[in-house]
């Protein structure tokens, strides 16, 4: 149980270890250690000396309800930054129940031929050759290795961004409900990691013989258990809101509150006709027809039920997973109000395996610029298939993400941190989420640390948000070695807290309580930060993109944390 494969791509040889699990580290903390430890912060992202890591979580294979996430870490081509990107669907059970806590991918080949990592189903890992698929897409690819493999297996695949090392390839990972690849990896260039190994995909054959956790004390696990699902089940939001909407919901909430963005983060504010057209009911009206719906579980035994199904008028899935964050921002963000068009942008990024938010960001950049109208559906689908095809200079930079986009461009407002373009969230309005993007470990990431549901917080006023987001950053960072983070939104009480750490006693036989949980955070945050100074980063990279601290909002509202304060937030 929780084996480790080292994987080396240039002599094909595989390895196999014993994980400790005493370490007590999982998923974003266990990329951290073994990237922090075994990686040259300095080394090229896209060389030989970089690693793909993939982790499980710490409870993962125990039946604790959304613990089956699964984390991809190494240095990131878009950021030059440490870097990890968790995903839900159904490849991280599955690793568990092949008793894999983790795969070190090492080295690259020498010759131009591509793999499969195959994870048969009596648990036999191999490398194989994989050139048949090349030039695929990642549904394309995934249909043609499920009928390969088997129609119930789990598969990690990147598409033609990945083959091509574009620095927002995104690694694809199939859903629980559908079977698509329609879970993205997306942030930080991991699949141009992933294609620089020669790996386009890695599939886990349903388990013959499930490995299950050997659970130590299963009075104790299991009195833990219990008190988690009820502390989720409790909550408004876990309980039921997010199978009602899912992250659409945020759309509301952002909208009055001016912080989604609108054209290329202006600080406009939508007008109350284009927030019905985007509003959260619109998209559930949408999601319904044809046979789409809410409330779907994106991978196994997950009881909040987030993600959703929407489906074209042949009653054929676009998309299984529509996020608050790609319809924002390629919705308002680039002046476009239409559910038709969003899950239609989102569907054509999972298929070629790129990170919505920092292709959507670039559109806004080359809209911003004046190459495209805002609004200009037709002009967004042609440069999304220049992006695929590879057919002009713009199409290139907007598959390179935001900051390259506005480089090409020579635009000044380029909304990115260390390379990364920004979530949707406006940080003029909700000051905690600009001290996120800017001291963030892992460039413009919004799911280190999320603010906007803190309450008792006057959002717009910049004053004691360091001290704030220091306090979400840690528990966050322990959430990211366990968990989903809307899960975590429920349990990050004292009292849920030691719920966790009871189900961790229980199951492994550890010592550990509250403290013991929050070190986890801690350590976590501290291997990530001395890996990006080793790499070359300052306190005085953590800054927001200037025009954040000139220019006022509709609110009234510039970003004003101090730049001093950000630089001192860590030392």
């Known amino acids: ?119 048969d ?6 490398l194989e050759e994989g050139t048949d698929y090349q030039g695929f897409n990642s549904y394309k690819t995934t249909e043609m290795l499920k009928e390969k493999y088997g129609s119930k297996s789990s598969i990690c695949v990147i598409g033609k961004a990945g083959e091509r090392k574009l620095l927002s390839a995104s690694i694809q990972v199939t859903d629980n409900s559908t079977g698509h690849p329609a879970r993205a990896a997306g942030r930080g260039g991991l699949g141009a990691l992933m294609g620089s190994k020669g790996l386009k995909a890695i599939v886990l054959e349903k388990a013959k013989s499930r490995n299950k956790l050997e659970i130590v004390d299963k009075d104790k696990f299991n009195e833990g258990k219990k008190s988690i699902i009820n502390f989720i089940k409790e909550s408004p939001i876990t309980g039921v809101g997010l199978a009602l909407l899912g992250t659409m919901a945020y759309v509301d909430v952002t909208a009055e509150s001016n912080i989604i963005p609108v054209n290329n983060f202006s600080g406009k504010m939508i007008n109350d006709e284009q927030k019905e057209k985007i509003c959260a009911n619109a998209f559930a009206d949408r999601a319904k027809m044809h046979g789409g719906r809410s409330g779907v579980a994106c991978q196994p035994g997950c009881i909040i039920r987030c993600s959703n199904i929407v489906n074209n008028e042949q009653g054929e899935m676009i998309t299984s997973g529509l996020e608050y964050e790609t319809a924002a921002l390629f919705g308002p963000n680039c002046g476009i109000y239409d559910y038709d068009f969003l899950v239609e942008a989102d569907r054509i990024c999972d298929e070629f395996g790129v990170d919505t938010i920092d292709v959507a960001n670039a559109v806004a950049v080359t809209m911003d610029a004046g190459e495209l109208e805002w609004g200009d559906k037709e002009a967004v689908l042609d440069l999304l298939k220049e992006m695929i095809e590879g057919s002009s200079e713009l199409g290139v930079a907007i598959g390179n993400g935001t900051a390259a986009t506005g480089e090409l461009l020579k635009h000044n407002r380029v909304p990115v941190c260390k390379n990364q373009g920004l979530a949707a969230y406006d940080p003029r309005n909700l000051q905690g989420m600009g001290v996120q993007y800017a001291s963030c470990t892992q460039g413009a990431d919004h799911t280190g640390g999320h603010p906007m549901t803190v309450e008792g917080v006057d959002h717009t006023n910049p004053e004691g948000q360091v001290d ?5 950053q840690v528990p966050t960072a322990l959430c990211d070695n366990l968990m989903c983070l809307f899960a975590f939104t429920a349990l990050a009480t004292p009292e849920a807290l030691e719920a966790i ?63 001093e304060e950000l630089a001192a937030m860590w030392k």
Not at 71 to 93: H, M, Q, R, Y
Not at 121 to 126: I, L
Request: net charge negative.
């Open 1 to 119: 149980m929780n084996k480790i494969y080292r994987i080396n791509m240039r002599s094909k040889e595989i390895k196999e270890d014993m994980f400790d699990s005493s370490m007590l580290l999982g998923n974003r903390g266990l990329t951290a250690k073994i990237v922090s430890e075994e990686v040259n912060p300095t080394c090229d992202p896209l060389g030989s000396g970089n690693k793909l890591v993939l982790a499980t979580g710490i409870l993962a294979g125990s039946g604790v309800t959304t613990t089956g996430r699964l984390s991809f870490g190494g240095k990131s081509p878009l950021t030059n930054t440490i870097k990890e990107s968790n995903v839900g669907g159904s490849a991280g059970a599955e690793m568990a129940k092949h008793g894999i806590k983790m795969f070190v991918i090492e080295d690259q080949p020498e010759t131009d031929t591509w793999y499969i990592l195959r994870i």
């Open 121 to 126: 189903e009596n648990s036999n890992v191999s």
């Open 468 to 472: 704030l987001m220091k306090n979400i």
């Open 501 to 563: 750490a009871k189900s961790i006693e229980g199951a492994l036989g550890i010592e550990c309580d509250v403290d013991r949980l929050m070190q986890i955070g801690v350590e976590t945050i501290k291997m990530e930060r001395e890996f990006n100074e080793k790499a070359g980063f300052r306190p005085e990279d953590d800054v927001l993109p200037e025009f954040f601290y000139k220019e006022k909002n509709a609110s009234g509202n510039v970003f004003g944390v101090k730049k």
